[in-house]
C-alpha cells in the first residue's frame, strides 16, 4: 500500500522490528503512539553503534573516543537546531524529556523572575506536566495560577483568554496540540496575543513534533520543549529551546560539573549557552538518537507524515462513528492523528482489557490530564493514537475488537 504523497507504507513498516511481533498470538497493532512511539532500526542501531565503538564521555577528554562521542552528540544538536529553525544551536538544551524541560524553566523563573501577585495562565487542556510545576512555582511564590477554559468541543475559549491576559501575566504556558482530545492550539493567535501583553511563551510540543513542521522562529515562541521517546527516537532525553537572551539570564537549573566555567570554595562561575543547563554526565547514546530519529522522519518527509496521519484520522472517525453508542471525546475542528471516545456505558479499562487479548494495543485511564475528565464527567477514555506506521487495516482491526468488546459488555 502506497500513501496518496507517495511512500509506501510496507516499506517504512520494515524498519519497525516491534511491529514484526504477535501478542496472545495475533499481529500487534499498537495505537499508543501519543503515549510512546515505536523506534525505527536506525535509532536502535546508533546505540549498539554508541557502546560498541565510541563510548567515552564527552566534553571532557583529548582522547579519541571522548572526541568522537562529543562530535556525535554535538552534531545531533545541530540536528535539531535545523529541524526547529532555531537561529542558534547555543539555544538547544538536552534534557530528559518535556516534563524536565518545563520544570527548568518553572525552577528558573522561581529564582527572582516570578513574584507575589505576578500572574501565570495555564489551559484546561493541559497534561499534568504542564499543571504541576507552576502550581509549586506560585505556592513557592505567591504568584497566581489562571486557567484558559475549554469548551463543549474540546477547543480553548480564546475570548476568556483575552480577558486573563493584562500587565501581570509574565508567562503563558500551554500545549501545542492536546495529548488527551488531539486538539491542535491556535498557537499564533496565543502567543502574539501574549507578547502584546509583555507576556513570554512556553509550548509544550511533546504531541506536535511527531506530526508538523515546527518553526520556532517563525512562530516567536520564547521557550519550547518536547521528548525524544515521542519522535521515535530513545527514551530519556527532550530538548528545551529557548530564545538565546531569555536563556542567559536565567539562572542554572542544577549545579555540577559540565556547567560550571570555574569553582573554587569562595565562588563558582557557570559556563556558557547550552551547557549551563547540562550539569552532569549527559544521556550521550539518547543526544545521538534524537538526531537519528529526526534524520529518520526527514527522510520520509515531515509534511508527508501529516498529510497520511490526516487520512488515519478522517478513516477512523468515520469508522468509529458507525457505533451507535459511540461518543466521541474532543471534536475540535483542527485535531491531530488520535481519537478519544467511549462505548456506551462501558468502563475504558474494561474495554482496553479485551483488546489487549486481540492484540490492539491502546491507552486507556485520564491521559495525565485529570481535569478535562472532570470537564466532561468521565473518568477517563479509550485512547487510539496513531503515527505513520500504522495502517487503515489495523483501523478495521480495532472496529472489530470494539464490536467484540460491545457484544461481551453491553
Known amino acids: 500500500m502506497t500513501n496518496s504523497k507517495g511512500f509506501n507504507i510496507q516499506e517504512i513498516r520494515k524498519q519497525f522490528p516491534i511491529l514484526n511481533q504477535k501478542v496472545n498470538g495475533r499481529d500487534l497493532v499498537y495505537f499508543d503512539n501519543a503515549a510512546t512511539s515505536q523506534k525505527p532500526q536506525v535509532v536502535i542501531d546508533s546505540a549498539t553503534h554508541y557502546y560498541s565503538t565510541i563510548n567515552s564521555n564527552v566534553h571532557r577528554g583529548v582522547h579519541h573516543l571522548s572526541q568522537l562521542a562529543t562530535d ?14 532555531a537561529a542558534k544551536r547555543e539555544e538547544i538544551i538536552f534534557t530528559k524529556g518535556t516534563t524536565d524541560g518545563i520544570n527548568l524553566i518553572a525552577s528558573g523563573m522561581g529564582k527572582g523572575w516570578i513574584k507575589a501577585g505576578d500572574e501565570i495562565i495555564i489551559s484546561a487542556l493541559e497534561h499534568h506536566s504542564n499543571i504541576v510545576p507552576w502550581q509549586m512555582l506560585c505556592e513557592q511564590t505567591g504568584a497566581i495560577l489562571k486557567v484558559i477554559p475549554m469548551l463543549e468541543n474540546g477547543e480553548l475559549d480564546l475570548d476568556q483568554y483575552s480577558a486573563l491576559l493584562n500587565s501581570k501575566t509574565k508567562l503563558v504556558s500551554i500545549n501545542h496540540i492536546s495529548n488527551a482530545l488531539g486538539t491542535i492550539n491556535p498557537v499564533h493567535k496565543i502567543i502574539e496575543e501574549a507578547h502584546k501583553a509583555q507576556a513570554l511563551v512556553l509550548l509544550d510540543g511533546a504531541q506536535a513534533l511527531p506530526h508538523m513542521r515546527v518553526d520556532v522562529q517563525e512562530l516567536d515562541v520564547d521557550f519550547y520543549v518536547f521528548s525524544g521517546h515521542k519522535i521515535f527516537g530513545p527514551t530519556g532525553i527532550g530538548i528545551l529551546y529557548g530564545k538565546e537572551d531569555l536563556l542567559d539570564k536565567l539562572p542554572p537549573y542544577q549545579g555540577g560539573g559540565e556547567m560550571i566555567k570555574s569553582v573554587s570554595f569562595e565562588k563558582t562561575t557557570y559556563a556558557g549557552l547550552p551547557h549551563k543547563f547540562e550539569a552532569g ?9 534524537i538526531g537519528h530519529a529526526l534524520d529518520f522522519m526527514n527522510s ?16 477512523a472517525s468515520q469508522k468509529l462513528s458507525q457505533f451507535e453508542k459511540m461518543r466521541f471525546i474532543g471534536t475540535a475542528k483542527n485535531k491531530a492523528s488520535l481519537i478519544s471516545f467511549l462505548l456506551g456505558d462501558i468502563h475504558p479499562y474494561d474495554a482496553g482489557v479485551i483488546l489487549d487479548k486481540l492484540g490492539i494495543a491502546v491507552r486507556t485511564g485520564h491521559h495525565c490530564a485529570q481535569p478535562i475528565m472532570d470537564f ?12 505513520f506506521y500504522n495502517t487503515k487495516e489495523e483501523i478495521d482491526q480495532l472496529v472489530k475488537g470494539l464490536k467484540k468488546v460491545e457484544m461481551m459488555l453491553s
Request: charged share 20%.
Open 72 to 85: 556525535a552528540m554535538e552534531a545531533s544538536r545541530d540536528k535539531v537546531q535545523r529541524h526547529l529553525n
Open 281 to 289: 554526565t549527559p544521556n550521550i547514546e539518547a543526544c545521538i538518537g
Open 300 to 315: 520520509i518527509g515531515v509534511e508527508n507524515i501529516g498529510n497520511y496521519e490526516q487520512e488515519l484520522l478522517n478513516y
Open 376 to 387: 466532561y464527567s468521565i473518568p477517563g477514555t479509550i485512547r487510539a493514537s496513531f503515527a
